[in-house]
């Protein structure tokens, strides 16, 4: 999975952007433990989500482009008061497209965060029609304000 995500991604080429790392994933597991989920079809995880849970400010400064992904992950506070969260990617294979996975890790991911943190938004940088697609359902499931950072 990590491999597929650096093949849409192509994050290690561009350094405003996370590049998922063993110290990455710590980071992320101090931030929350919800932050990274996956689903599992009994002979490994055939879709993974990373979300961030953040703060409204840094969420502000990232949709206007004022600082980037890796910076807006940098800047999150451990611990704190979090009250937004960025869909930072979402990945499934292929044979596994179309059947709900995503949607259903991202529902149960923030519905953890929530459970800690009084999440009130949710932001995306699309990569793909579907990003848009599963952060608009997402966002409407949830009864979270949605916000875009322009491509």
């Known amino acids: 999975m990590i491999q597929l995500a650096e093949e849409f991604f192509a994050a290690k080429n561009d350094l405003a952007q996370i590049s998922v790392t063993e110290e990455v994933l710590e980071h992320l597991r101090r931030i929350h433990p919800a932050t990274l989920s996956e689903y599992d079809d ?3 995880p055939v879709a ?28 999150t506070p451990v611990p704190g008061e979090y009250d937004a969260i960025y869909l930072c990617s979402a990945l ?24 800690d943190h009084p999440i ?3 932001f995306y940088w699309a990569f793909s029609p579907a990003g848009k697609k599963l952060s608009a359902s997402g966002a409407h499931e949830l009864g979270l304000e949605l916000l875009q950072r322009p491509g």
């Open 92 to 115: 499934v294979l292929p044979e596994y497209r179309e059947k709900g996975i995503a949607r259903q890790l991202l529902l149960n991911a923030v519905k953890s965060i929530r459970a």
């Open 48 to 75: 993974w989500i990373l979300v961030i849970p953040t703060l409204k400010s840094l969420m502000e400064q990232f949709i206007e482009k004022q600082i980037n992904e890796q910076e807006l992950l940098d800047r």
């Open 120 to 122: 009130q938004h949710l």
């Open 42 to 44: 009994g002979n490994g």
